[in-house]
């Protein structure tokens, strides 16, 4: 298990995460999102040192220091020496990561298609992407941090790395943070998701409950109601189109007082995560 | 186990440098004494030395570490570099090992190649002058390869470390390498104008002559006294150990967040500009030391010399400044740093030419360690038909008209001092304009070298003098039995 406790990081005078706190379970993909500039980079890399930071970070108890051999960070722009290919970039990892699994960086070249020979100057940045992905995975790590890592991959290869990585969590106790503005493609790949605001984590939930609890809702009325009565009322956001009113509420609180204004018209409608997301970070920003 | 297949990796990383190495290396030594040896010329003052290996290793020292340590400008790379699971001290540590391994590995081929063609192709008539090329000779000069290349890439990694970019980077790497040849310059434009300075054997009684290192110096000192070389080097290996422990900890302590911003270290550039600005002020200062402060007929700050040094400094370090700050700096900032650095410039050079130099010009060996004093008169005149007796003496150079004899009496010894002190002591009363005189007129008084010399024949000292003094003269040529040699009455034997 992954457990940041106080986590503090400032550039110069100006703090970007403030006693921030959050467990990872094993076994889970976990998505990252948040606002730009909220610090998912920086946390990424204060968990995997590249940063210094105030604070404690431990992977499975022990500081996280001790234990990068367990932990793999994919940078947001791909990383390899020049006119190296991904055959030579695997014996480099090698030299560091001791339960790096020959046959299973094999059978990722064979699922991807992928040419370890083809110097990696000449690939395209997504197939650069793909070559660190694999190798990452291929290190078999016991934390693997993917900073932005999944923009510019073709739909194909992240249903195949989405496979890949669902097999390597439920096989191990392999976790995998994944942080991105593409809140459409962590829906593809991620148990669960949480949400970097203020500096700090602002919640963490499953997929499944999030889609269980967030809802939208059209409201028709005889007459069209004045803004304050939603105002009051603890929904995330609205919208008032003359009679018809556009509600996103979490909870059942909420649902109790929207159905208190007894409207004539109570109307579900579906709700992505990326608008589940939008909502929380504008109702987080307003805050502030 | 990381470590050594670390070490492969980066050997791999960087196989077209370390080629590149090999072959500059061999070209410039071995190559070129093979090329010498087999053409057989320019036999008189051949010389089989590895200066051009020293040179090349000055600027290899300087560059190298920018190559194998060139991850560190550029965040993206850091982001690899610092997750990977090796503690940063240790990554530190190979790349540095690494940087040194792939210079100094092609220098001690090309030495060792060189010595085999010295001892088997090079004619023995083309050694003659240098001596042969002994098994002894390789090994000093492996050893200052070894310890030099160590040495020389310290003040660059020193420079990366608290720089965010590469032009800032090569621009204080250039600064901080100046610093020992600028100090060495300091030093002797403050302390060789003194009355009774004797150069090449100076020093002898207050050396600092030990912060000169730079391997092509060691380089040529070794080949000419045994030995002389090695305070300069243990002094620079000291400090090297002491840079190389700041290195390391400043790498651990490496902010990636800052690269290619205005720092990495906040107190990198003052530092840098008080200590180099003070020193380049210092040179000038000194220079022109006695037409400000002794020569001139108005108060120094009047002078135009020490205006005008005051106005060149201060353009160049606004200069420095706009292109530090991208624009224009802070002008009251600059003002007040400029005269802090001015001001200790100005108080360092008083002190280095009147309290140093007094008491250099004061310096009296202890006179129980004193057993012999060597006393040496000689004018300028040069006969090749005497050229075997040459000796070197100050200010003139070669010169093979002089008198020379060494008492041993302990009275002879107590008035040869006594003599000595008086001397110095009448010229330290002289008023200026008489000094100034005195001091151009070296070649109309006779002329005396004095060398102290202990039990086991060791230098205590060594000065030179003008004896100005009709009765100094006489009691000296009492003492000592010899006549002293006035250039000025000419010498009988010369036809001049």
Known sequence: MLKINNLSKAFADYPVLSALN?????GKVFGLIGSNGAGKSTLMRCISQVYDYDGDISLDGAPIADRKEKLFFVSDEPFYFNRFNTSEMRDYYRIFYPDFDQEYYRHLLELFHFDEKKPL??????????????LALSCKPRLILMDESFDGLDPMVRLTLKRELIKLVDAGETSVIISSHNIRELE???????????KQIAFTQSLEDLRQNYHKVQLGYSQAPAA??????????????????????HGDAARQEIEATEPILFNPLPLSMEEIFVVEMEVSQNEK | MKSKGYLQHLLKQYRAIVILYFAISIIVYPVSLLLQSLSREDWWGFDYSPISLAVMMVVLGAVTPFIVFSFIYDKTKMDTYFALPLARERLFLIHFFFSWLIQIIPALVSNFLAFLIANTITPAEMLKYAGPYSFSKFLV?????????LILQLPSMLAILCTTNLFNGFVYALVLHLVPITIQGVWTSSATDYF?????????????????????????SSQDTAGKYLPALAVWFLIALALLALSSRLFKGHKVERTNTAYMVKGFYPAVIAIYGTLLMLLMLNNSFNEIFLYSE?????????????????????????????????????????????????GLSFFLNTTVQNRLMKAMPPRDKVAKIELTSADYQYNDEHRQKEIFVYPFGYVTNYSQVTVEAEEDIDKVMHIHREMVDNWLRLDLSARTHESMASYNNPQLRLVYLDSSGHRLLTRSYSVFSLRHRQDLEAVSGIDLINPGEGDPESDW
């Open chain 1, 121 to 134: 100057h000449l690939l395209s940045r997504g197939l650069k992407r793909q070559s660190i992905i694999i």
């Open chain 2, 141 to 149: 000069w492996s050893g200052i390869l070894v310890l030099g290349s």
């Open chain 1, 228 to 249: 304050e009565v939603f105002e009051k009322m603890p929904v995330l956001s609205y919208e008032i189109n003359n009679k018809v009113v556009t509600v996103v509420y």
């Open chain 2, 298 to 346: 108005r108060p120094f700050f009047l002078n135009n010399v020490f205006i005008s040094i005051f106005l060149f400094g201060f353009v160049v370090l606004f200069i420095v400044e706009i292109i530090r700050y991208h624009g224009l700096p802070k002008i009251g900032r600059t003002i007040l740093f400029y005269l802090a650095i001015f001001a200790v410039a100005l």
């Open chain 2, 196 to 220: 009774g300075y004797t150069p090449s054997q100076s020093f002898g009684d207050f050396s600092l002559t030990n912060l000169e290192f730079h391997s092509i110096y060691v380089m040529s």
């Open chain 1, 188 to 198: 593809d790949i991620c148990d669960e998701m949480a949400l970097l605001e203020k």
């Open chain 1, 22 to 26: 959050w467990e990872v379970p094993d």
